[in-house]
């Protein structure tokens, strides 16, 4: 499945639910299934910065492809990492770069997070990026 | 004078905000108040009528607007009971105050020195002390704090030497609610020759400070925190420290004569006013102070003193409660933590539910080190909430819990 049919279908399942409280339930339920980051990989070099939840993320590359792993000490961040590792993981790198990830907009993600949240959010994408960037460079 | 909070809210029109399908339960008074409609008015009226530079032009809206700023320092010099209009420096803030204080009254200091704060002040009233002590070599100590989130007064004579120049503590914890002994600590250090600025940052809003009567040396406040607008804020302080003290920042208004060789300063307050101030900050910020003169404020204090009580015992009702400042004398603050979620979790959800309130550390870093947590919930109230906001606040935040275990 491509970036873009991802995340089509995260913005018909989020579709389902006209009250954010029942979408926070949800981001809170797709935080369940984040491949969860090795215990060993859990250094500080790999917390994102800008998170006011401590949030860690690992990328390596398996054939020509990234795969992320991540985890997090508050339960909504988890959701939002589960979020974008489901979209991003697996791709190869150059995808990932140019990806314009226009669901969190179309979702309303990013405007129902509290500003450090949104903060947050970027962050997240950001470091994604660059773990990206620099296993494109390997 | 009665209390009647119905007629209160009505003059915050803010407070009829919906936030999505969710009335607005604003507890986030600590960071910022919501603004009185007078108030509001105001700011607009000014810059239809009245806008103009001070302390300059001969014309008639200069006079206007330069016998409003002036009006507003001598309301809030007679609020704070200030012997002299003079003594009331306007400034950006309370963080402005305090650096001010530390800039100008640090350069009277010399290596050796010392300066007291507590183990519970806001970074605002820490970093400037550091970057003081470092470029002067001054000694930096600290009056500890207990589990409950009180300051340890006995350790204070050992503390206060005959170094001791200047202690700075808050009046009130912004993450804590405590309300310190400043009295107590003035009078001991007072006996050392020491000065003492009070950071009242979470105090005016709540409660009238006589500086006289306290005898504090300096006192700085923000005007946003006390129903006015943002930018703008209060350094007090005695006239003749004042006067010994250089000037903070140079430029218009704070000289009297300049010459390419040599500049001579001007008294005070102007002496420490650099620039065009924050004009309308200033006036509506008198305004303010003019509108919480005229409440009832021992009914305020009543008021706040009972939603703290019955948002306490509501709190403490849900299973996992903790709370983080527990002290026998306290402001209308809580910080909790609920064992098993995460704050930035549950304020999220406050959030989505309506309920503004703050987590995080509150830039109290040092407090949370002491407890060992990352940060808290905190609530902060003010005398328009109401007993039913704090219902609907424990529903949504027991809804919050609910989602999070």
């Given at each position: 499945m491509s970036i873009i049919d991802k995340e089509n279908e995260l913005v018909e399942s989020f579709a389902i639910y006209d009250d954010w409280m029942e979408k926070y339930e949800y981001i809170i339920e797709l935080g369940k299934d984040l491949p969860i980051i090795d215990s060993t990989n859990k250094t500080d070099e790999n917390i994102i910065k800008g998170c006011q939840s401590t949030v860690w993320l690992h990328a390596e590359k398996k054939d020509d492809k990234v795969v992320f792993t991540a985890d997090a000490d508050a339960i909504i961040a988890k959701g939002i990492i589960a979020i974008l590792v489901d979209v991003l993981s697996n791709e190869t790198p150059d995808t990932i770069i140019d990806a314009k990830l226009d669901f969190i907009k179309e979702i309303g993600l990013q405007e129902h997070l509290s500003p450090t949240r949104s903060n947050g959010l970027v962050a997240m994408v950001k470091q994604m990026k660059m773990y990206a960037l620099a296993l494109k460079m390997k | 004078m009665s209390f009647d909070v119905t007629n209160i809210r009505k003059q915050?029109?803010?407070?009829?905000?919906?936030i999505g399908k969710y009335p607005l339960i604003y507890f986030d008074n600590g960071a910022t108040s919501q603004k009185p409609q007078i108030v509001i008015d105001y700011i607009n009226t000014y810059y239809e009528t009245e806008n103009a530079n001070i302390?300059?032009?001969?014309?008639h809206l200069s006079q206007v607007s330069t016998e409003n700023y002036e009006e507003a320092r001598k309301t809030i010099q007679a609020y704070i009971n200030a012997?002299?209009?003079?003594?009331v420096i306007f400034t950006q803030g309370t963080t402005d105050g305090i650096n001010l204080v530390a800039s100008s009254f640090g350069k009277l200091l010399k290596a050796g020195d010392e300066i007291l704060i507590s183990q519970m002040e806001h970074h605002s009233n820490i970093v400037p002390w550091q970057m003081l002590a470092e470029e002067r070599e001054l000694v930096l100590k600290y009056i500890p704090m207990n589990a409950a989130g009180e300051l340890v007064m006995s350790e204070l004579d050992t503390l206060l030497t005959e170094k001791t120049k200047l202690v700075s503590v808050t009046h009130i914890s912004n993450a804590l609610g405590t309300i310190n002994p400043i009295a107590e600590i003035i009078e001991a250090a007072h006996k050392v020759g020491a000065k003492v600025l009070i950071d009242g940052a979470q105090s005016l809003q709540h409660m009238q400070i006589d500086v006289q009567d306290l005898d504090c040396d300096f006192l700085v406040f923000s005007g946003h925190k006390v129903f006015g607008p943002t930018g703008v804020g209060v350094l007090y302080g005695k006239e003749e420290l004042l006067n010994e003290m250089p000037p903070y920042r140079g430029g218009?208004?704070?000289?009297k004569t300049v010459t390419l060789e040599k500049t001579t300063y001007n008294g005070l307050p102007h002496k420490f006013e650099a620039g065009t101030p924050n004009i309308i900050g200033g006036i509506a910020f008198g305004k303010a102070i003019e509108w919480l003169a005229g409440q009832d404020l021992e009914a305020i204090k009543q008021h706040e003193d009972e939603l703290l009580a019955y948002a306490t015992e509501k709190l403490d009702e849900i299973e996992g409660m903790q709370f983080y400042g527990t002290a026998k004398e306290k402001g209308s603050t809580i910080s909790f933590l609920i064992e098993g979620t995460h704050p930035y979790d549950v304020g999220t959800l406050l959030n989505q539910q309506g309920v503004a309130v703050r987590t995080g550390h509150h830039c109290t870093q040092p407090i949370m080190d002491f407890y060992n947590i990352p940060g808290t919930i905190r609530a902060s109230f003010s005398f328009y909430n109401t007993k039913e906001e704090i219902d609907q606040f424990i529903i949504a935040l027991k809804k919050a819990v609910t989602m999070l275990s």
């Amino acid at each position: 499945m491509s970036i873009i049919d991802k995340e089509n279908e995260l913005v018909e399942s989020f579709a389902i639910y006209d009250d954010w409280m029942e979408k926070y339930e949800y981001i809170i339920e797709l935080g369940k299934d984040l491949p969860i980051i090795d215990s060993t990989n859990k250094t500080d070099e790999n917390i994102i910065k800008g998170c006011q939840s401590t949030v860690w993320l690992h990328a390596e590359k398996k054939d020509d492809k990234v795969v992320f792993t991540a985890d997090a000490d508050a339960i909504i961040a988890k959701g939002i990492i589960a979020i974008l590792v489901d979209v991003l993981s697996n791709e190869t790198p150059d995808t990932i770069i140019d990806a314009k990830l226009d669901f969190i907009k179309e979702i309303g993600l990013q405007e129902h997070l509290s500003p450090t949240r949104s903060n947050g959010l970027v962050a997240m994408v950001k470091q994604m990026k660059m773990y990206a960037l620099a296993l494109k460079m390997k | 004078m009665s209390f009647d909070v119905t007629n209160i809210r009505k003059q915050f029109p803010i407070l009829q905000t919906k936030i999505g399908k969710y009335p607005l339960i604003y507890f986030d008074n600590g960071a910022t108040s919501q603004k009185p409609q007078i108030v509001i008015d105001y700011i607009n009226t000014y810059y239809e009528t009245e806008n103009a530079n001070i302390h300059r032009g001969v014309h008639h809206l200069s006079q206007v607007s330069t016998e409003n700023y002036e009006e507003a320092r001598k309301t809030i010099q007679a609020y704070i009971n200030a012997k002299k209009d003079y003594e009331v420096i306007f400034t950006q803030g309370t963080t402005d105050g305090i650096n001010l204080v530390a800039s100008s009254f640090g350069k009277l200091l010399k290596a050796g020195d010392e300066i007291l704060i507590s183990q519970m002040e806001h970074h605002s009233n820490i970093v400037p002390w550091q970057m003081l002590a470092e470029e002067r070599e001054l000694v930096l100590k600290y009056i500890p704090m207990n589990a409950a989130g009180e300051l340890v007064m006995s350790e204070l004579d050992t503390l206060l030497t005959e170094k001791t120049k200047l202690v700075s503590v808050t009046h009130i914890s912004n993450a804590l609610g405590t309300i310190n002994p400043i009295a107590e600590i003035i009078e001991a250090a007072h006996k050392v020759g020491a000065k003492v600025l009070i950071d009242g940052a979470q105090s005016l809003q709540h409660m009238q400070i006589d500086v006289q009567d306290l005898d504090c040396d300096f006192l700085v406040f923000s005007g946003h925190k006390v129903f006015g607008p943002t930018g703008v804020g209060v350094l007090y302080g005695k006239e003749e420290l004042l006067n010994e003290m250089p000037p903070y920042r140079g430029g218009g208004d704070m000289i009297k004569t300049v010459t390419l060789e040599k500049t001579t300063y001007n008294g005070l307050p102007h002496k420490f006013e650099a620039g065009t101030p924050n004009i309308i900050g200033g006036i509506a910020f008198g305004k303010a102070i003019e509108w919480l003169a005229g409440q009832d404020l021992e009914a305020i204090k009543q008021h706040e003193d009972e939603l703290l009580a019955y948002a306490t015992e509501k709190l403490d009702e849900i299973e996992g409660m903790q709370f983080y400042g527990t002290a026998k004398e306290k402001g209308s603050t809580i910080s909790f933590l609920i064992e098993g979620t995460h704050p930035y979790d549950v304020g999220t959800l406050l959030n989505q539910q309506g309920v503004a309130v703050r987590t995080g550390h509150h830039c109290t870093q040092p407090i949370m080190d002491f407890y060992n947590i990352p940060g808290t919930i905190r609530a902060s109230f003010s005398f328009y909430n109401t007993k039913e906001e704090i219902d609907q606040f424990i529903i949504a935040l027991k809804k919050a819990v609910t989602m999070l275990s």
